[in-house]
């Protein structure tokens, strides 16, 4: 399996180190813009195959070198400086995906290629890489609130005394400010959330869940004023999804993709396999989430639409 990075940035590399330490691709090849950064890049972790997995780990001067790549990851363009919003970098970043998609087209096999993208505001970029691949919904596929439901997680898990891995919770909707935390459908093991919290004598009022959700909003605002970007998180979370596609897991995550009948793409629960999305499913919501997911769709559409 041959992936291809396209940015090689501090997302970028840290990706780029996580698909490795995997051993699940043969070979990597790395583009940026910036051609001395992405020879840096390759060089050092290619350095590394000594010590683990023996990946063939490339810097591309020209798109021609991605050939063969099965899966090409999108992590180029303008990141968040503190106090920026995602939506901040809109028109940059438009204007980035713009130039990278159809020179990744023109070097890629357009009936097999998955493309992830990762470079933010996500969902509207998922449109714009969809629109301009010509790709099938399903192959375009942007890691949308798996990063933000991963948080949810975890900041869940601290609260109950449970490992994450057996909180089962999503965050819906936008990869961004307008996110929607889905408490109706999150269960712990198989048991709903509330009837947890009443077995285990827990109390989860709505201060504690507004200050939870407050938390998942803030936590990457938070990360870029302490060291400047985000890595780790975005990075496990590609690397999460890669393996679910070259493995054809069939797991469950909140990618996001376009709904060619809305032409929106958002993020909901999906089932991802080798083909990239099987099934887009929709969880329960209470009144109120189903109102947010719906306001949050309407903010995509209307920053898709300003382009
Ligand atoms: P960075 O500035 O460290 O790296 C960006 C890289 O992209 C640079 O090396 C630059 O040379 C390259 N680049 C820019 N335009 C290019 C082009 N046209 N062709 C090829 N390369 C180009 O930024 P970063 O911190 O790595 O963030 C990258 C993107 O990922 C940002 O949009 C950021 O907001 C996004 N991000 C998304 C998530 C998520 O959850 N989806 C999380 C973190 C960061």
């Given at each position: 399996m041959k992936v291809a990075i396209i940015g090689v940035g501090s997302v970028g590399a840290a990706v780029a180190t996580a698909i490795k330490s995997?051993?699940?691709?043969h070979e990597m090849v790395l583009f940026d813009r910036d051609g001395v950064r992405a020879r840096a890049a390759a060089a050092d972790l290619g350095h590394a195959a000594v010590f683990s997995f023996d990946v063939k780990i490339t810097a591309a001067?020209?798109?021609?070198?991605?050939?063969?790549?099965?899966i090409v990851v999108i992590a180029a363009g303008a990141n968040q400086k503190p106090g920026q919003t995602r939506t901040d970098l809109l028109a940059a970043n438009a204007n980035v995906i713009a130039d990278i998609i159809p020179r990744v087209m023109a070097n890629v096999d357009p009936k097999k290629v998955k493309i992830i993208v990762v470079t933010n505001p996500l969902d509207v970029m998922v449109m714009l890489a969809r629109d301009l691949s010509?790709?099938?919904?399903?192959?375009?596929?942007?890691?949308?609130t798996m990063l933000d439901s991963a948080r949810l997680r975890t900041i869940l898990a601290r609260q109950l005394d449970v490992s994450p891995m057996s909180i089962n919770a999503y965050v819906l909707?936008?990869?961004?400010?307008?996110s929607v935390v889905n408490?109706?459908?999150?269960?712990?093991g198989a048991i709903p959330l509330n009837d947890f919290c009443r077995t285990m004598k827990l109390s989860l009022p709505q201060t504690t869940r507004k200050t939870i959700e407050h938390r998942v909003h803030n936590a990457a605002y938070e990360i870029i004023q302490g060291r400047g970007a985000t890595w780790d998180g975005i990075a496990a979370a590609v690397n999460d999804l890669l393996r679910c596609i070259i493995n054809d897991e069939k797991r469950i995550l909140t990618v996001s993709t376009c709904n060619p009948k809305k032409n929106l793409a958002m993020s909901l629960p999906t089932i991802v396999g080798e083909n990239g999305v099987v099934r887009v499913l929709m969880p329960k919501l209470s009144a109120a989430e189903s109102e947010a997911l719906r306001a949050s769709g309407r903010t995509i559409y209307r920053n898709y639409k300003s382009l």
């Open positions: 995997t051993g699940l691709v001067s020209n798109y021609r070198e991605i050939k063969g790549s099965e010509g790709l099938p919904t399903e192959r375009v596929i942007g890691t949308g909707g936008e990869h961004g400010d307008s408490w109706e459908s999150a269960t712990v």
